[in-house]
């Protein structure tokens, strides 16, 4: 572990005392800052492609088919890459991580300037982004509880997710502004932005080599399976995500929404972009300096709730402001559930089955985002993208009450410290 401030303490100032928890904070924020301009640029990118090909609906189905392809490599990798954050050093995992990702955004860079508009490439090279962050997720949530002592590890969380938040915000807007001027120098800047969480994250000090377990490799990935399995909370907290996410999630479709039914353009496609992460982000700063330590399991399933009225209230909105009112709604809500199920899996799983753990939770959250996407976009070409966003909703809200019978233990757990 990391120099740390006493145990005692557990403030905000105890925990940016550390260093290394330092680094790693800059260099999650720059990391997710670039993917968050990255993301951007290829969703305008490929819609636009589309767009010159296709008709509307199937543009909107072009939207979905980039969710698929970057989750079919987590799908495939998800139990090698939690055996190999749990084996091997989990900085340099990640540093190579990143190092694969800038390698896939300066291929889009170079795809960009030289004007190729060929789909099938540029679903190609969603997929390899896939590849590389398939073992960048568990690895960063992995290493983030070896910098900070055990105490601290809450507010820790919340701050980890005010670096992606925060990001989330100003990311979707330097990128709608970027990809105004050229899509090319959006990728460009994402590709600067990994650079630098690289150059940060390699001054980390801290011995990061988990102690490794005994066993085959088959063995260590069956062992995580059975304990994601057998845990009420952890397999309960993980899969809500995945099941609501999965019928509710509504910034897949935001490129038809911003083109086809607002009529914003690009400008408004980057606030509809940004409108969902600056509600997590003021959610992020309140539970930042005051996490939740109480009535942990309800107050997750109200955000689920919160999130799913969200959608359908966004679905049925015709109008630019109260459209990103009800994303900056849905983004505050499922920072909630965001806080409670990665504090909740994180305090419950022992550090040398963290990376295995992660990366389940991955594969969940992937699907649910992924595959999101992809339910998205396949729904909105039969029945358009209006009544897909407010039927995904409905569905969010089911799911929600269904898992509070199904997960009791889930709804009745407590303490957060």
Request: a positive charge; proline letters at 4%; hydrophobic letters at 55%.
């Amino acid at each position: 572990m990391s120099e740390s401030a006493p145990h005692s303490d557990d403030s905000t100032s105890a925990l940016f005392a550390l260093r290394d928890y330092r680094l790693f904070w800059v260099s999650r924020a720059a990391g997710a800052l670039g993917g968050l301009i990255q993301s951007v640029a290829l969703g305008w990118q490929v819609y636009a492609v589309a767009r010159e090909t296709m008709d509307v609906a199937r543009s909107s189905f072009m939207l979905g088919m980039v969710g698929l392809v970057s989750f079919l490599p987590v799908l495939l990798l998800t139990l090698p890459a939690g055996e190999a954050v749990d084996r091997y050093n989990r900085r340099r995992v990640l540093t190579w991580c990143l190092l694969g990702q800038i390698a896939v955004v300066t291929t889009l860079t170079a795809l960009s300037f030289f004007r190729v508009r060929n789909m099938a490439l540029l679903l190609s090279v969603a997929a390899l982004y896939g590849c590389a962050r398939v073992f960048f997720a568990p690895a960063s949530s992995a290493l983030g509880p070896m910098l900070v002592p055990r105490t601290l590890l809450p507010r820790a969380i919340a701050w980890n997710s005010l670096a992606w938040q925060t990001s989330a915000v100003v990311g979707p807007a330097i990128g709608g502004i970027l990809v105004a001027v050229s899509p090319t120098l959006a990728f460009g800047v994402s590709v600067l932005l990994y650079s630098v969480s690289v150059l940060v994250l390699v001054r980390i000090r801290t011995d990061s080599q988990p102690v490794a377990k005994p066993g085959s490799r088959w063995s260590l990935m069956k062992e995580g399976l059975h304990y994601v399995w057998t845990n009420q909370i952890v397999f309960g907290a993980i899969s809500l995500d995945l099941c609501a996410v999965l019928l509710g999630g509504a910034t897949a479709l935001l490129p038809a929404f911003a083109r086809d039914v607002l009529h914003v353009g690009a400008s408004g496609f980057g606030v509809l972009r940004a409108a969902p992460a600056a509600g997590a982000t003021v959610v992020a700063l309140y539970l930042a300096a005051n996490p939740i330590r109480r009535r942990a399991g309800v107050i997750m399933f109200s955000g689920v709730g919160i999130f799913a009225l969200a959608t359908i209230g966004f679905g049925f909105s015709r109008n630019l402001a109260l459209s990103a009112v009800m994303l900056g709604v849905l983004g505050g809500a499922d920072m909630i559930s965001v806080f409670v199920r990665q504090t909740l899996v994180q305090l419950v799983t022992p550090d040398a089955m963290r990376g295995r753990v992660g990366a389940v939770s991955t594969l969940f959250i992937g699907a649910s985002n992924e595959l999101g996407e992809f339910e998205s976009g396949f729904v909105a070409r039969f029945i358009g993208p209006v009544r897909a966003v407010i039927m995904g909703g409905v569905g969010a809200l089911g799911v929600t009450i269904v898992w509070i019978r199904l997960f009791p233990t889930l709804w009745k757990s407590n303490s957060l410290e």
